[in-house]
């Protein structure tokens, strides 16, 4: 038996980001975000809902560009600070948390320098859904700390640790360990 809840975006895990933002003042902003992923392969392309009211909402529409900053589990508490915290309240939130940033070489928005991996986006489309936006960004530029890139130019995710968040529970964590390879378990059911 199944026991059916209210409708919601129910998915497990969800990536605890980091949106980096330049307002026109040019100060920069970042807010956490987990209802954000992956949406197209060719062109990259990731998207991050942002509610209305908030000061990244109106940065990215304004610059048309925003970074998606993914932390480690080690910079918990700031990543939840800079969810909790507005940059509308809170011009500086950044500094608070000791968090420094530098600018994105394609793009006017912040690389947050105390998460391993930085994508810079470009806007290619806003979607306004309800209670959020849905901002796609063109994938121009990615950085990856060289500690965690192999000889063959992947990421160690273990070395990574990324951070992700459970709606359900509303708590942070770790990822697990590797349960298998994709596109080769899947195939030891086609020999049976």
């Not at 992923?37 to 062109?43: D, L, Q, R, S």
């Not at 915290?85 to 105390?114: M, Q, T, Y």
């Not at 070395?159 to 390879?181: E, F, I, K, Q, W």
Request: proline share 7%; glycine share 8%.
């Amino acid at each position: 038996m199944k026991k059916q809840l209210p409708a919601s975006p129910m998915l497990f895990p969800m990536p605890a980001l980091l949106v980096g933002t330049y307002g026109e003042d040019g100060a920069p902003n970042a807010m956490t975000a987990a209802w954000a992923g992956a949406c197209c392969h060719v062109p990259p392309c990731v998207g991050v809902a942002v509610r209305h009211n908030r000061l990244t909402f109106k940065n990215i529409d304004l610059k048309k560009a925003f970074t998606l900053n993914v932390p480690p589990v080690r910079l918990a508490a700031e990543v939840d600070y800079l969810g909790i915290v507005s940059g509308n309240d809170e011009p500086d939130k950044l500094a608070r948390v000791r968090l420094d940033v530098s600018p994105g070489s394609k793009v006017d928005a912040p690389l947050i320098a105390g998460c391993p991996v930085n994508l810079e986006c470009r806007l290619a489309q806003k979607i306004v859904l309800g209670s959020h936006a849905w901002f796609v960004g063109e994938v121009v530029a990615v950085h990856v700390d060289e500690e965690l890139v192999d000889g063959k130019g992947k990421i160690d995710v273990a070395a990574l640790d990324p951070l992700v968040y459970c709606t359900s529970t509303t708590d942070y964590r770790s990822l697990g360990g590797r349960v298998a390879g994709a596109y080769d378990v899947g195939n030891t059911l086609k020999k049976a």
